[in-house]
């Protein structure tokens, strides 16, 4: 009896021994856990055992903070920066000046290549010594220098002889949230607004600290905090009061603050009868409102604006042009280095005209009338962040302005905050792809990042999945989407698969059977929703305003706002013929794309039906008919989440109880509502097709009827109606 009661105290404590310290993700991929292998600690602590730091900046002192954390995390010990230079320092960060080994040819060399924010990482002798160093033009530099340096460290990497020399490829890379005043966050999923703005200036969630650092270990250097759909009040004196409080905590980590600024404010706050961009009191008003933001905030970033669409006020409500409004804005920010990123994301339901083809036909006219600090603001794709559009025509067609492309992060039509979907294969897909303006290699990223044009400004916008849940994202794989973003905005040559990898081992650990499992869940998981949402080319058939959930049924009112606009199923076939027998929008693409879409026999299957309407018995690719192959993809995308449900199982025990279990149950739902879309839509799609299904899917469940009932009232994100 005795023995036996041992025994089992002895696995209890076994057993606790083992079970993994619980983990609520807030801490994101700066976790800096406990280092246990003796030869990884000796590691660690040979490079950040003395660390000699520039320290009379205040970004020094917050990379000596995070060093601090690093070494507490990993070391068990916080080990803080000299500032003095020391013979036995292990590392040396700064910036040319402070310290004499920065000023040796060897470094200075190094540094004419990587501009105000790059660095270079390597060693560098200096006396009879060699040191480590992390040199830099400007304190944000060692910043993220030492960012990537702890990046290795965390990782179970190790720095390798080469010298790493890093710039970013664009100049502005920003975040947009859309967060209301009143805490709401159109389209999040994730809880409330992180800016609490009743308790702004005086008070400041230390989570907006962390916010920062989570953004500056990116390379994340701007944030626009507020909605598009905008409210003027943040422009009223008491906001901006509210706004400089939260710039001051993110001066020191390279981020500037944006703001959006309503058309119509200059009526709406300043007491004025007009904000005609052409009159001379709404000029000055704009003017003055500009000089008053940077007498608070000296490094204000600029002013993001929608326009004239879906509602908002802007230039055309007084006749003018798009141009006019941006640049007013452009002149009032441009004394102060601030810059306007103007939305291209505009189409009106009175032009009888394809949607897709709307932003294009109104802006390209615009080209080269826009000022230098304007850039113009171009959605990856032509409709609406849907989960696979092919790359918007306006990249590549307005070679004289700067063009920014907005991509999504919030899961609006991915899922929301219940869904696993890796967002950086959708990204790249668009950042890769091949304008043919003005020739052949003018990629999306090359178009953008200013090479093809010879550009000096560059941007790049994420729209933010974040809010108040203790995890930032609400599902924990939101957390990769905006870790993907950063990375790509720094560096658009990575691919999914590294930057996959780098965030699990960040996230996860280390362990190679974990990883493997992980990488290959997140990487098939695009696909999977691609195919279980809108596979072949399908876009824009989603539930009504909250956009939850499948609604391929959706019609009356607005025809743009309707999925039946898109889809153009009837009994002889599906699909939106974009071609020149349909709206042609082919042809606001170069020649060489559009010989690849033009023919449905050679069109990828991804963009079939985005640009042709065919037949429901045309012969696909795979010697099947369209419909028994829109059957097959809607069942291979629920069959693929239930393979990565199947293999998140084998990581159990691999990670804390805590975090697997949540994904666990958020791959439960995922399953539920992969199959809620596949039936729905086949069972809708069949009630036109008048075809059976194939014999060899899964059949589906349930009635259309009872699928167009289903109602979600209180479904999360949905706009705010002031
Ligand atoms: C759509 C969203 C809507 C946004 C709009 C925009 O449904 O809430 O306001 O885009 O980007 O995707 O302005």
Redesign the pocket.
């Known amino acids: 009896m005795k023995i036996r009661l041992f025994v089992l105290l002895g696995s209890i404590l076994l057993f606790s021994a083992l079970k993994l310290p619980a983990e609520d993700g807030y801490e994101l991929w700066l976790r800096y856990l406990p280092e246990t292998d003796p030869e990884r600690r000796e590691y660690i602590s040979g490079i950040l055992g003395q660390v000699v730091l520039d320290l009379s900046t205040s970004t020094g002192q917050v990379i000596d903070e995070e060093i601090q954390k690093a070494t507490r995390g990993m070391l068990g010990e916080a080990l803080p920066c000299r500032r003095d230079f020391a013979k036995r320092a292990t590392l040396v960060i700064g910036t040319p000046g402070r310290f004499g080994i920065f000023n040796t040819d060897a470094v200075r060399g190094e540094l004419d290549g990587v501009g105000p924010e790059g660095y270079f990482m390597g060693r560098v002798s200096y006396g009879k010594r060699d040191y480590l160093v992390i040199a830099a033009n400007e304190p944000a530099g060692a910043l993220y220098g030492t960012f990537h340096l702890l990046r290795i460290l965390q990782s179970g990497s190790i720095l390798t002889d080469r010298p790493i020399t890093e710039n970013p490829k664009i100049r502005h890379r920003l975040l947009n949230h859309?967060d209301n005043p009143d805490r709401t966050v159109?389209?999040g999923y994730a809880g409330f607004s992180i800016w609490d703005w009743h308790k702004l200036p005086h008070y400041i969630d230390p989570g907006i600290k962390d916010y920062a650092r989570a953004n500056a270990s990116l390379g994340i250097n701007g944030t626009v905090i507020t909605n598009?759909?905008a409210n003027a009040v943040v422009l009223t004196s008491p906001y901006i009061e509210k706004v400089a409080a939260l710039a001051e905590v993110f001066r020191p980590y390279g981020i500037k603050i944006y703001l959006t600024a309503r058309f119509s404010s200059p009526a709406e706050i300043g007491g004025l009868s007009t904000s005609d961009p052409l009159d001379p009191a709404v000029r000055e008003w704009w003017v003055a409102k500009a000089d008053e933001i940077y007498a608070s905030i000296p490094d204000f970033g600029g002013f993001l604006v929608?326009a004239n669409?879906?509602g908002q006020p802007g230039p055309q409500d007084y006749g003018r042009t798009h141009a006019d409004g941006a640049n007013m804005l452009a002149d009032a920010l441009a004394p102060h280095g601030g810059i306007v990123m103007w939305?291209a994301?505009v189409y009106s339901h009175e032009i009888a005209e394809d949607r897709a083809k709307q932003a294009y036909n109104e802006f390209v006219p615009l080209d080269g009338r826009f000022r230098d600090n304007v850039f113009i603001q171009v959605?990856n794709g032509p409709i609406?962040?849907q989960p696979r559009e092919p790359f918007h025509p306006l990249f590549g067609a307005m070679p004289g302005t700067a063009l920014a492309p907005e991509l999504?992060i919030t899961q609006?039509y991915l899922g929301q905050g219940t869904h696993l979907v890796y967002l950086a294969p959708l990204f790249e897909e668009c950042l890769d792809s091949d304008t043919y303006l003005p020739r052949e290699g003018s990629t999306v990223a090359r178009i953008i990042d200013g090479s093809v044009d010879n550009r000096e400004q560059s941007a790049i916008a994420g729209v933010s999945n974040i809010g108040t849940d203790r995890n930032w994202t609400g599902h924990l794989f939101g957390q990769a989407n905006w870790y993907a973003f950063g990375r790509l905005a720094w560096d658009h040559g990575l691919s999914s698969e590294e930057i996959a990898e780098e965030w699990i081992k960040l996230t996860f650990g280390k362990d190679p059977f974990l990883v493997g499992i992980i990488r290959e869940i997140m990487l098939s998981s695009r696909e999977a929703a691609v195919n279980y949402m809108t596979p072949l080319g399908l876009h824009h058939i989603m539930g009504e305003g909250h956009?939850y959930g499948p609604g391929p049924w959706v019609s009356g009112g607005r025809p743009d706002w309707t999925s039946v606009y898109y889809h153009r199923a009837d009994s002889m076939g599906i699909g939106f013929d974009r071609t020149a027998s349909g709206s042609n929008a082919l042809r606001q693409y170069a020649p060489e794309v559009q010989e690849i879409f033009s023919d449905p026999e050679t069109c990828p299957d991804a963009y079939l039906l985005w640009f042709h309407h065919l037949p429901w018995d045309f012969t696909m690719k795979s010697g099947g008919s369209l419909w028994e192959e829109l059957c097959r993809k809607y069942d291979a995308g629920v069959r693929s989440v239930g393979r990565m449900r199947e293999s998140w199982q084998k990581v159990e025990g691999k990670m804390d109880e805590e975090r697997y279990q949540s994904v666990r149950s958020l791959l439960k739902i995922q399953e539920i509502e992969a199959r809620w879309w596949r039936n729905a839509c086949l069972l809708y799609f069949q009630s036109h097709s008048g075809l059976p299904f194939p014999p060899d899917i899964e059949q589906p469940e349930g009635t259309l009827r009872e699928y167009m009932n289903l109602r979600f009232p209180y479904a999360p994100g949905i706009?705010p109606t002031w």
């Open positions: 859309w159109e389209r598009v759909n929608k669409s879906e939305r994301f959605k609406d962040f999504q609006e956009h706009r």
